[in-house]
């Protein structure tokens, strides 16, 4: 487990409402019958919250621009940090093409991904450790190397706050209560010493489990018998039969590339419909500029509606 001073970003997770349904979502877009939007002033906590962070502060979701008070976050987070520690996680919607001079205003990295192709691979999240066929020791020490929080983020979520961007969506899904650490100034500085407790969430998540990956276009989850029985009745992506119960038999066969869409011409190709253009930066990451002379879309009613 690493301390979250040494991941190179910690999540705002300002909304769980995404317009796709990838399979295996690690927000579990889908599964929630009404969808959360931060208020303003949990997202001005949250930034408040980060300041002083050496990283990087990521705005994600779900799909973060259909939040109705994107542009204010956008304001509110220039105003309290530096933009080269600034990153939005998002698929660039249709519709939302009014927001890229808040988007080059505001980030010092994108991170573009609109789950459209079929090379892309997403781990059984819902498929819980707990209910694979391994003795307690093996399962501890396959959560002790997850690589996903070996890899990705801590994050802030209306749970509170997480030492792991997963973690803090299956306490939304689970509706977990007391667990998320208070948002306030400095909580980034745990260490895995006081991961304990929040590590609970591990037991109920297939990151740290040998199971094979799943094409995120296919729009199916992966869930074990247990986590299925749990979420039945009140996932909509469950009742509308968008799943496959999981066998519990550990994947040990090797897997193609599950980061194709790192490709830089994908993302390039995303951004255009922006009218924006990426170029990397001394962090190895991507930064948004603006194309010179691209018409604007009109903003209509639809889109409008749809932030409501």
Known sequence: ?????????????VTNYCHNSCSNCTRFCGHFMKPYFMNKADVEKAIDSMVGYPKMTGIMGGEPLFHPHFEQICKYLQSKIPKNQCGLWTCLPKGKEHYRESIVET????????????DILHHPC????EEMPFEGWKKDYLISKCWAQEAW???????????????ASLAMLLDVQN???????GWWARSPQHFIQQMAMCHYCGCAMPLKRRVSTEDI????PKMYEVLKDVSPKLIK????????????????QCATYKDPRYREKIARRYGM????NEQCFVSPYLIKNWTKPERTETDENQTE
């Open 1 to 13: 487990m690493r301390p979250i001073l040494d991941m190179d970003t910690v999540q705002i997770e």
């Open 153 to 167: 983020s801590a994050s802030i979520n209306p749970k509170g706050a997480w030492f792991c961007e997963i973690a």
């Open 107 to 118: 980030f010092g990295h994108i991170f573009i991904n609109d789950h459209t192709r079929d």
């Open 241 to 256: 039969g968008k799943y496959k119960i999981h066998d519990l038999q550990p994947f040990t066969g090797k897997e193609g």
């Open 277 to 280: 253009f990426l170029v990397q």
């Open 221 to 224: 989850d992966d869930i074990s």
């Open 126 to 129: 819902l498929v819980a450790a």
């Open 179 to 185: 667990l998320g650490w208070p948002v306030e100034q």
